[in-house]
């Protein structure tokens, strides 16, 4: 029940910062990625704050070495770069540039019930499901192919 | 038209870093918005719980602040719904597909100093200024 709460808690403070940010605000976002146009340079502050804030952090997890209210951290164990990173993270940049949103700040702005960002974080969940079940199927598809 | 605020992101950009770490330093999780709401839509998944209430605690945060007279946010999107659909499914898609997303990558996995996420971020950067360069300039349209 705590570990619930703390991380309501956590999306809380997330969702706060996004908010004072800037970042839940599209004009922004696509004003730092418009280098040919009037550039605003916001995100790369809000990038500063929340790497530094999030290096502490990580560095006194590190020294811990185990989580407060869990068994142990789920640090990421992958270091390679792959085709998947490249092609996905390729992709990920392409629909962020079209309309501005990732999404952390999509869901945040989901609260205000505007029916783009409705049909953004609708099309997003089933970009997620699509990809999941293509994966699983290519798994499945290898199986056989072993058989 | 959009203005440079470099002490609001500043201080916006610190408390999305007071999330990650608090995720971290209580409950082990990275806070990889991508991978949090993905996990969600997963059948079958055993730890839905706290997902749902980070997930829960994003959208709760507008609400908090319209409490203090803030108005809900509303933000701008000019493209057509087709496009958004688009733009939609390539979010989603691609960040499963990359393993993660602005979060992710961007903040926790730089923060590790993980080359796979600077890398990502590198790319997924790159991608999205492309983008608006050729929406918005036509620039190699």
Redesign the interface.
């Known amino acids: 029940m705590l570990?619930?709460?703390?991380?309501?808690?956590?999306?809380?403070?997330?969702?706060?910062?996004?908010?004072?940010?800037?970042?839940?605000?599209?004009?922004?976002v696509?004003?730092f990625?418009?280098?040919?146009?009037?550039w605003?340079?916001?995100?790369?502050?809000?990038?500063?704050?929340?790497?530094?804030?999030?290096?502490?952090?990580?560095a006194?997890?590190r020294r811990?070495g185990?989580?407060?209210?869990?068994?142990?951290?789920?640090?990421?164990t992958?270091?390679?770069?792959d085709t998947?990173?490249?092609?996905?993270?390729?992709?990920?940049?392409?629909?962020?540039?079209?309309?501005?949103?990732?999404?952390?700040?999509?869901?945040?702005?989901?609260?205000?019930?505007?029916l783009?960002?409705i049909?953004?974080?609708?099309?997003?969940?089933?970009?997620?499901?699509?990809?999941?079940a293509w994966?699983t199927r290519r798994t499945l598809m290898r199986q056989i192919e072993k058989a | 038209m959009h203005h440079l605020t470099p002490l609001s992101g500043i201080v916006g950009g610190a408390l999305i870093g007071l999330a990650a770490s608090m995720l971290m330093l209580l409950t082990g999780r990275i806070a990889g918005i991508s991978g949090i709401f993905g996990g969600l839509l997963q059948p079958g998944a055993g730890d839905r719980g706290w997902r749902i209430a980070f997930v829960a605690g994003l959208l709760a945060a507008p609400l908090l602040a319209s409490l203090s007279g803030t108005p809900l946010p509303a933000p701008a999107m000019p493209a057509s719904l087709i496009v958004i659909v688009i733009a939609g499914l390539l979010v989603g898609f691609g960040s499963r597909m990359g393993g993660g997303c602005t979060s992710g990558h961007g903040v926790c996995g730089i923060a590790r100093l993980s080359a796979r996420s600077i890398v990502a971020t590198a790319i997924f950067m790159a991608a999205a200024i492309a983008t608006v360069a050729v929406v918005r300039h036509g620039i190699g349209g």
Not at chain 1, 3 to 28: E, R
Not at chain 1, 78 to 81: E, I, K
Request: neutral net charge.
């Open positions: 570990l619930v709460f703390v991380s309501f808690a956590c999306g809380l403070v997330f969702g706060i910062g996004l908010l004072i940010s800037g970042m839940t605000d599209t004009g922004k696509l004003g990625l418009d280098i040919f146009g009037a605003d340079a916001t995100l790369a502050f809000v990038m500063a704050g929340a790497v530094a804030v999030t290096g502490l952090g990580f006194l997890a811990r185990t989580p407060v209210l869990a068994a142990k951290n789920l640090w990421p992958r270091r390679d770069v998947p990173l490249v092609i996905g993270t390729t992709l990920f940049g392409i629909g962020w540039g079209l309309v501005g949103l990732c999404p952390g700040p999509a869901l945040v702005n989901l609260a205000g019930l505007g783009p960002v049909v953004f974080v609708v099309a997003m969940a089933v970009g997620m499901l699509g990809h999941d994966g």
